[in-house]
């Protein structure tokens, strides 16, 4: 398989593997606390996800052919709060994570080294999808700390949970060696 092929099969698994650990930590709060926000200078979840949802817009519609910081976009009014429900912050999200999909779905292997640009930068379309691979992990982060602080002990963790390690390891270890994407069995256990 042509290291193009591996590099965007990885990407999707990826992105969806972050995608459903932060869909995982909303499903445990209550619909308020989607939109609690510790002091004037942080985002509440529901900001984090609409600026998400404004990003991957703005960068994947028409990915290879417009600019990513598309003219209609008004990144500022993105850390508004103008969602008032759990209901409209999943629709919010899901419209963005499908327009991701749907780009990275169209793209084909010997696109990668197209220029597309960002602000007028130039940049090849691989180096575009490693920036957003760096940068929506980092506000699902944001909102997966964010969950567990507000729900304190009744948190299911969502990863690794404390002190299971050795116990992971030793199942992981347990089993014959084999070429597999992390996220496959990890993936299986968050649905």
């Known amino acids: 398989m042509e290291i193009n092929n591996i590099f965007l ?4 698994k990826q992105m969806l593997y972050y995608k459903t650990i932060a869909e995982k930590a909303i499903e445990q709060l209550e619909e308020e606390q989607l939109f609690v926000s510790v002091n004037e200078n ?8 609409k600026h998400m949802s404004g990003n991957m817009l703005s960068r994947w519609t028409n990915f290879l052919n417009s600019d990513g910081e598309k003219e209609w976009r008004n990144r500022d009014t993105e850390f508004e709060n103008t ?3 759990k209901e409209e912050v999943l629709k919010i999200w899901n419209e963005g994570w499908n327009c ?6 169209e793209l ?4 990668l080294s197209q220029i597309i640009y ?3 930068e130039g940049q090849t ?23 567990k ?32 994407h992390f996220t496959d069995d990890e993936l299986k256990k968050l649905q």
């Not at 575009?128 to 506000?139: D, F, G, S, T, V």
């Not at 299971?164 to 597999?180: A, H, L, M, P, W």
């Open 118 to 120: 960002i602000r007028n």
């Open 108 to 111: 084909k292997p010997e696109q």
């Open 83 to 85: 969602v008032n429900s």
């Open 9 to 12: 099969a990885s990407i999707k």
């Open 125 to 147: 379309a691989l180096d575009a999808i490693n920036r957003q691979l760096a940068h929506y992990p980092y506000h699902i982060g944001q909102i997966v700390f964010y969950a």
């Open 100 to 105: 991701f999909f749907k780009a990275i779905e």
């Open 42 to 49: 942080t985002n509440s979840i529901a900001t984090i996800v």
């Open 149 to 180: 602080m507000l729900k304190n002990s009744e948190w299911s963790s969502l990863t690794i949970p404390k002190n299971k390690s050795n116990s992971y390891n030793t199942d992981k270890f347990s089993q014959e060696k084999s070429i597999r």
